[in-house]
Structures are given as C-alpha cells and as structure tokens.
C-alpha cells in the first residue's frame, strides 16, 4: 500500500482513477483546470481494499484525514463542528469504474444542536438548516447504522416525516415550515434512541469516521456486488472515498441544484440536456419527488448562470473528449460543479455521439471504435412499438409518463421486481411496474422487457441503469396507481391485474393497453458509418450460426461473411419428423434407405435457399450432431398411453404400432445422451443419415453452381474425439461427394473438417489437424466437457457459483480462458504446426460474446461466427480487439 493515503483534491488528476476513483480523479482535475469544485480531498482505494481484508481501517488513517481536513478549513474558513462558522462535507464512494447508485452517501456531515444553530445565526434561514439537519439525520442513520439496526431505514423516517405532515396539513416536504422541520429533527432523534439505545451522535469527527466506514463497506453491498457481475468490473478494485466541502442548492430562492448531460444522452443530438430545482438539494432531482424543470428554463431564472453553466459544459467536454454528465449546485447564486463524469447514454447516442465527435474532430475513428462498448450495436437492434400498427388500430393509451429509455416493449404487468423475476423465471415476457425506480431494482429490471413507474425522473439512477442495457423504459407515469396488496395497477379508472399485457414505448412515454406488436429499427446512416470504421480495423472474420435461408440473408444483411454453423438437425424439425421417425423406426437397410431418399430432396432444397443466400461466402454445415431419440416421442408418454390403451382393451393394430416405437425408444433411451450415442459416433452407427446429407449438400452446391453463382459448402463433422472417427467416416463421405458431382456432371469446392468439443479432440489437434482442412471449435460442448458440467443443468448451480464468487462468470456465456482457452491454445498450435493452411473458428455460444470474441482474436482464429443478432456485436469487438492489440484497452476491467 502506498504511504499517501490522503489527496487533497489539488493533488491529485485525472490519470489517478485506480488510485482516487473516477469521481475522485475528476474532481482533481476538475480543480486543476479552474473550474470552481468546493475543495475536499480523496482517502484512496487502497484503503476501501485494507479495509474489506481486514475490517479496520489502516494505521493513522484518520490522522491522514484530520491533517487534509485541517487543509479544506483552512481554505473555506470553516471548521468542522466548530460552533461558530461549521464546515458541512459529503462522504461519497467513488470506484475506478462508474457504478450509479450502487455504493453510499452521506451528505450535510457534521451538523448536529451546535452547528445547526451556528447556521441559522450565518444565514439567517431557519427553514433550510432543520431541513439539511432532518435530511443528515435519516441519511446517516439509513447509510451508516441500518446494517445493524434495520429499523433505522430511510423508509422508517419517511413514515414519520409524512405523520408530521398529516399533523400540519402539508401536501409536499417543501410545504413543511422551519418550526415543523426543527420538530422533525428532535422525533427523528427520539426515535434513533428508541432503536439504538444511544443518543444519535453529535462528535462530527465521530461522524466523519463511521461515514467513511459505511462507505468502504458499500462496496460489497448485494447491488454492488450484482452490478459488478453484469459489468464484469472486478471485485477487488475498492471504491474511494471523497469528503467535499457542501454546498447548499436549498438556501432560497437564489439557490438550486441539478444534473445535465453536454449532450442528449437520449438521442446523442448536440444540445445541453439536462434538469435542475431551484431551492432544492441534489437528492431531490434524482428521486423525482418534485418535477424538476429543464435546463434551458435555468435561463430564465439566472441567465448570468446559464451562461456559465453553458461555458463550463462545453469547457468539460472538450477537456475529457467525451459527453460530460455533471452535477451542479448554485448557492446564493454562486454556481459550483460538484462532479462531472463520462455521461452514461443509450446505444442510439454512444452512435450518434462517437460519430459527431470524429466529425467535429475532437476523436479520431479509431478511438471512437475502441469507445463504443461493444454491446451497443446489438442494443441497436432493439424492437419498437409498430408504429403503423398503432396508426391503423389506435390502441388505447394507459397513460403517459417520461420517455427515459427509448424502445418498445410488451409484456404482462409484474408489480416489483420479486414478481417480475418469479414470472420472468417462468417463462413470461413482462413488464416491471413500479412506484419508482431504484438501484435495487437492478435484478428485476435486467429479467423485464420493460420498466413502468409511477414517479421518479429522467435522470434517477435507475433509468440510467435502463438506458444503458437498452431496456425500454417510461417513468414519472404520475396518472399510475399502484395497489400493491391488491395485485393491480390503474391508471384514469382502468383496472389492470398483474398478469396483464400492457406495451410501453420508452421513446415517447406512453404506455398501451393489450399487446401492440413490436418492429425492429432501421440502422440508419451514422450507425453505417460507424459499422465501417469498426470493420475498417477488423482483420478477423465474423461469421453466422444459421439453419434457414431467411436467417442466412439476415446475417449477410448484418454484416456476416459466411456461415460458421448451420446446424442440420433443426431441418429434421416440423412436419419432417414422421419421415425422420420413419427412417430411425426402418427395419432393414432398404426401408431406411427409402426414408432417406424421401429426405434428400428436401435436405437439398434447404441447402440451395442458404447457398444462394450466403452469395458464394463459405457456409459451413454440421452434420447430424443430437442423439436420435431427440425425434421420437419421450419414453414416459409412450410408457403412459400404451398402459392405457392395454387396460382399455385396444391391442389392436395402432397398439401395435406404438408398441413398436415405445421399443425403438427404450433401446435407444440413454442415462447421459450429451455423452453418449451422438455426433460422429451416430454417423459411424447409422451411416446412411450422413451420406444422405452429404449428397445434398454437394447436391445443392452443384445445382447452385450450374445457376452460375459462387459456392463454397464446408461439411464440418461434430463430436470427433478420434483421429480414427474422422477418417472412418470422411472416407465414406468423400467417396459420395464424388459420385454426387460425378452425377451433377460439374465439380465445386468443398471441404471436410471438424468441430473441435472433445478435449481428447484439443489435445490430439496434431493428429487430426492432418485430416481436416478447418477447425470450429465448438465451445458449447468443450465447456460442458472441460468442466464436466452439463449445459443443459449447469443453471441449477452456477448462480450461486458467481454469487459466492466461485467463478467470476458463467463459463458457459464467456469463455473461461483459463481452462478452455488453454485448450483451445494447445489445439491451435499443434493444429497449425501439422497444417499450416488450416482454418480456424468458433462456433459455440461464446462467438457472439465481446470479452471471449477478444480472446480468440487473440488466439489467432480466423473467424468467430454467432447468432445473426449479434454479428454486430462480434465485428465491433473483434475491431476492439485489433485496435487493443498494443495492449492498449478500453475497458481494461
Ligand atoms: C458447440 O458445442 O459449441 C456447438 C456449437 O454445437 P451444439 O451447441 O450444437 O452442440
Ligand atoms: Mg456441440
């Protein structure tokens, strides 16, 4: 641990963030490039982490405090607790990483009978000091103390604070006078003796350290912690901790306090957005109790401020290159920056925003590609409300609130997020409906298609949140009532019960009865351009998982070059499988042989609509991988409809048939199917599937060919763990690839290879890279197989494994480098050492995950391919990943 434990904020700049936190950096740099900031220092990360390992604080940490406290006093001449002129300060977490609303504040620390009265003498305004002293009161008690003593939640405050107002006739807080307030104050502190025993404490030095604890402990709070997993930021960062002096946005009518984005965190258009109150405190802005104004209205109010505010944005984004998300206060018409940081936005304006930001010349292009978190192209994606539908059947609008995360979304009314994961868990589309909206609102949000609430503004951490995953969002829906206990939400004397379907567009606020069907965007011109840059960088190949010629032509429209899986099986679906069953159920060669021949038309007709559609890009298709009794009925139903066809007499001929296929599924049930008689092991058993396969595909290629268009058919074989499988079976393939062109009379290029899932299969690549002309690696199954866990009940365990911190991640959405990866590494060398030439993919779920799209960018594949919506995903990760290769990163989590 460094000897420096304290930065008084001039010490300090805006490289320091893994030191000083983001918010601690910026409020360094902030005051070093003379922007009016209330002075403070930072207590570093190192600290927040001493702390979480040894649950005290480091050696004469608080020494290090007093000393940069004396500092502040000096420079604001104030002191804390000093019963003539008082210095207030806030205590903010502040990790390297934004994470709004995860972590604990303390604001107006160090009031207490003294200082309070001290502030009224200096400022003449009785009514704004009782209010900051009730507001310190319940914040420190809810942040600081409430881990211990649960009753002293903020919520148990609120209750007496809206007792008092029934008692006064007050409608709102701000009706409440100075004397209702002092009154507060001395119930708020009975009640604190009530729960604790103790008196609420009045040493503001005592104060400083407890605040500065809760702080260190909100780290590991349970939203923090969950948070951290969605963003896969690390757990042992630490958050810093900043003490500020504070200034008042509540100390009249010349006073107020906002948040403002440098531009429209919406729709990324160049304009400042943002809110503010006057006469208010930070908080209030954020919890939407009252309707905050805009901010050009400032204008109105205080032009001279406006102006400067105006100035500052500006000064701020050209300072940090970025969209600048800045909190403000003006105290007595003094307007001070309290934070500024890079502002969270939509995907639409991370587009908008990193495209205006090159043409202005302020980034250049390959900055604005490393920026753009790659999830963002496939949040573009996102569904709307049709707006033709609504147009043509108007249908009828619940209510209207703000737009604060734009999308359509439909889905059944779930009142709380308890409700809203328990109906998500069971299969259900739904939509959150809320009174408000707050960070721990997080898990319920991310299993919503939507979020509705009653109250709570545009800039609530919360709709942050929402924004950034894309999920459609109306809140301040202020017509909206909620009855918990009842199950059902109203709006203007509709009566909906939760359940429900209601659609909400999050881009204008309104909310629908029923089910108003969904559209895609259209990607328009800035997101072309940026698309372009990212591949502009790319050197490594993105490919398509896709079984139909419509999801072929999907992926070529975003932006696929080829097919990496098209899985053959999913051909075998629908109203084929009496034809399948048929020829799993053949007795002799010659019945399944005929079932076959039934098959191979159709097998061809899809092969010529993806061949046509891929336009002459590879198209690797998979042969048969999933064990045949996936296409016959399940056991237990056969086992019950047999029994009761035997007790109800009917042993005729349709018993007999089922008798037949409850046999057939007995001999090929399995304990472990995922282990057992599947992929290349089912071609070696029952050959005539694959050579049926085969000539389809060389077919259809031959067909295509001959209609003068470009094909390229790579026929992949799955599940080889053997030198010895591949050879068996490719001799055999080979053989009718042969025969089929030598019947077509025209020759195409194909080429057999193999998936790589077994790790018998990773670790032989020596051998069997000399009989493959390519790779994909499966990483689906090689997960499954290099853990031994199964994909299929892996989710009964693995949320518990991350929640205890066993793993970090699922390894079965991102790969798991460690073990896989070194796999995968070992395949890949020995594979190009034998074979130079051969070509290199992935195919598992993980090729459309940013973080292991890195990783094989980095192992030297020539492609990823994944699922056609995440295309965009992947070609703008693995742009990230060629621009990163420096080692440069711009996330380096
Ligand atoms: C894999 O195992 O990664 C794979 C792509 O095949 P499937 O998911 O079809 O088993
Ligand atoms: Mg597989």
Redesign the pocket.
Known sequence: MSNKRVYLFHEGNAKMRDLLGGKGANLAEMTNIGLPVPPGFTITTECCNYYSKHGKFPEGLMDDVREALAAVEKDMGKKLGDPENPLLVSVRSGAKFSMPGMMDTVLNLGLNDQTADALIRLTGNERFVWDAYRRFVMMFSDIVLSGQYPDLKKEKFEHIFDALKEKVGAKQDTDVDAAGLKELVGQFKEYFRKVTGQDFPSDPMKQLELAIEAVFKSWNNERAVIYRNREKISHDLGTAVNVQTMVFGNMGDDSGTGVAFTRDPATGENRIYGEFLMNAQGEDVVAGVRTPETIDQLAEHNPEIYQQFVEIAKKLEQHYRDMQDIEFTIEKGRLFILQCRAGKRTPQAHIEIAVDHVNEGLITKEEAVLRVPPEVPGLMLLPSLDPDFVKRNKPTVLAKGLNAGPGGAVGKVAIGSAAALRMAEAGDDVILVGRETTPDDLGGMLASRGVLTATGGKTSHAALVARQYGIPTVCGCSALRIDEAARTISADGVVLKEGEYISIDGTNGLVYLGQVPTKMPEVSGKFATFMEWADSFRTMGVRA?ADTPEHAAEAVELGATGIG?C?TEHMFMGDRVPMVQAMILAEDEAAREEALSKLLPLQREDFVGIFKAMKGYPVTV?LI?PPLHEFLPSLEELLVETTEMRVKGETGPAYEEKMKLLNKVKELHEFNPMLGLRGCRLSIYFPGIVRMQVAAIIGAACEVKKAGLDVHPEIMI?LVGIVTELTHIKEQLEQVAQETMKAEGIEVDYKFGT?I?IPRAALTADEIAQEAAFFS??????TQMAYGLSRDDAGKFLPLYIEKRIIPVDPTESLDVKGVGRLMQICVEDARKVNPGIKLGI???HGGDPDSVKFCYKLGLDYVSCSPKRIPVARLAAAQAALEKDGGSARDK
């Open positions: 998982n899986l899985r998979r991988d799955p998936m899932e690696f499966g990483t689906n199954d090689l195919c598992g779920e």
